[in-house]
């Protein structure tokens, strides 16, 4: 089976732009959750969806939003960049909320 | 206040020693996760806990919930060990996951 992949692998923006980045889960797999890691907070919890509806949210500002299609892809959206959202962006997926979750290498966003 | 705390941040160890990696959090929680975070960023689950131990190859995770407590156990350590270690819990109130800042693991040949 293949992994969770993330697309882009890497990505540069501007300040004031926004973002949009994409998990596809290990198929069968209906929950997929979205964090994001920084060297100075480590790894925080962004959201998680399960077979469409948004589970649960972390605590981070309505500019990050996210969605889960009916094929189980999942896009989280990021508006108004500011500099403090470079980060790793990882995406991982399990076969129902709450088992074992397989992760993606991530999504590298860099703001300018 | 952080909710999930790991003791060491750093460790380094000469191949063949046990190591041990120490959590604990003050939530209630579902599960507690060990994960493993290669350079480069990708990160391996290691082991779901909500009881007791399991085993895996040279790994050996236990938690004692009602010390709030888990630890993360490698035996006979090799250099390919080296990785940062993370704990994590998914808490009961709001299903949210919480993550200890973690544990720098360095095995020298």
């Known amino acids: 089976k293949a992994g969770v992949t993330q697309t882009p692998r890497y990505l540069i923006k501007t300040r004031g732009q926004q973002v949009t980045l994409s998990c596809s889960p290990i198929s069968g797999h209906r929950s997929v959750s979205w964090y994001q890691q920084t060297p100075g907070q480590g790894l925080q919890f962004l959201f998680e969806?399960?077979?469409?509806?948004?589970?649960n949210k972390g605590n981070f500002p309505g500019r990050f939003s996210g969605r889960q299609f009916s094929n189980s892809r999942s896009e989280m959206n990021v508006s108004t960049l500011e500099l403090g959202d470079s980060a790793l962006y990882l995406c991982a997926s399990s076969l129902v909320a709450g088992q074992t979750q397989y992760f993606g290498p991530g999504t590298r966003l860099l703001v300018l | 206040k952080n909710e999930v705390e790991q003791s060491p941040q750093n460790l380094t160890a000469q191949e063949g020693e046990f190591i041990t990696i120490n959590c604990s959090y003050s939530v209630g929680i579902s599960a507690l996760h060990w994960l493993q975070q290669h350079p480069g960023g990708g990160i391996v689950s290691l082991f779901m806990?909500?009881?007791g131990k399991k085993k895996h190859g040279r790994l050996i995770a236990t938690i004692n919930i009602q010390e709030k407590h888990s630890s993360l156990h490698i035996t006979a350590s090799h250099p390919r060990d080296s990785a940062v270690y993370i704990c994590?819990?998914?808490?009961?109130?709001?299903?949210?996951?919480?993550f200890g800042t973690g544990t720098s693991l360095t095995v020298i040949p």
């Open positions: 806990l909500s009881s």
């Open positions: 994590a819990v998914r808490g009961v109130t709001g299903n949210q996951f919480y």
């Open positions: 969806y399960f077979s469409e509806t948004q589970r």
